[in-house]
């Protein structure tokens, strides 16, 4: 049976467990941050999902003078029931699993980045040191041991909660009703695997405007597989070979940065 995560932020209290959680488990490494205050980014450490921050918990603030709040969300793959990022994978690298999880094989990702490209909710991350895209699991080792994902076990305030989907989605329509807010996740991209509750609307809380429907166009197996085995090898290849240069160019900016990048920051 389909199984989904509901994330209710009106019960966040940003304490970050679930952050720390997904890195222990996956051993993500820590990654030099430092604290800002600038828009869109306010005391978000760090900043922004990376290749090594697969889950990220948000400062949003909200309202102005005695009705400012700092509200939390939070960013992660939502692992759609027909994801973008598999139907345009070239290598087959990406699988959507039958009780839920959207993974990413990085042994069979070239870095073509077209998962990047056309993810709506502009979830994964590429690594031009390992020249490989990366994003949340959803814990699929857990799942099948019968436990939840990392992040939802950890949670000190039950804003996270996993199971059945549609006991996932049934508490989260209650939840939003109960304190007339909105709910992301449900029709977005036809669908997905994570509901999250909020109390305004969720684009004030960061969270991108998604149509419920895909763009009405063919997956790249609709144009590789029709070529023929020998064109399809080329095709793929040049895009692996395409990928290895834009990989070297991406890593020499990326070292280049680091020389001239000055000490200090805190570390997550």
């Given at each position: 049976m389909p199984k989904a995560i509901k994330f209710d932020s009106t019960r966040c209290i940003a304490c970050h467990a679930c952050q720390v959680a997904c890195k222990r488990w996956w051993e993500l490494e820590a990654e030099k941050t430092t604290l800002s205050a600038k828009k869109g980014t306010e005391w978000t450490n760090p900043p922004d999902l990376t290749p090594k921050t697969w889950m990220l918990v948000k400062f949003v603030g909200t309202g102005k003078g005695d009705d400012f709040r700092w509200r939390f969300a939070q960013e992660r793959?939502?692992?759609?029931?027909n994801p973008s990022c598999r139907n345009v994978c070239p290598v087959g690298a990406i699988t959507k699993y039958e009780n839920g999880p959207v993974v990413i094989n990085v042994d069979v990702c070239i870095g073509c980045k077209y998962c990047v490209a056309v993810c709506p909710f502009r979830i994964p991350r590429y690594d031009a040191a390992t020249n490989k895209t990366y994003k949340c699991t959803m814990c699929p080792d857990r799942i099948r041991e019968g436990m939840g994902p990392a992040c939802v076990e950890t949670c000190p305030t039950a804003a996270l909660e996993f199971g059945e989907r549609e006991e996932m989605l049934t508490k989260a329509l209650?939840?939003?009703?109960?304190?007339?807010?909105?709910?992301?996740?449900?029709?977005?991209?036809?669908?997905?695997?994570?509901?999250?509750?909020?109390?305004?609307?969720?684009?004030?809380?960061?969270?991108?405007?998604?149509?419920?429907?895909?763009?009405?166009?063919?997956?790249?197996?609709?144009?590789?597989?029709?070529?023929?085995?020998?064109?399809?090898?080329a095709i793929i290849g040049g895009m692996a070979g395409l990928s290895y240069i834009s990989h070297r160019r991406e890593k020499e900016i990326t070292e280049e940065k680091k020389d001239t990048e000055p000490e200090g920051g805190g570390q997550e």
């Open positions: 793959c939502m692992h759609c029931l209650e939840r939003r009703d109960r304190i007339k807010g909105y709910i992301y996740g449900d029709t977005e991209n036809e669908g997905t695997s994570v509901f999250i509750v909020t109390d305004v609307p969720p684009e004030q809380m960061g969270y991108h405007k998604v149509a419920k429907t895909q763009p009405a166009s063919m997956q790249i197996k609709d144009f590789i597989e029709p070529a023929g085995t020998v064109v399809a090898l």
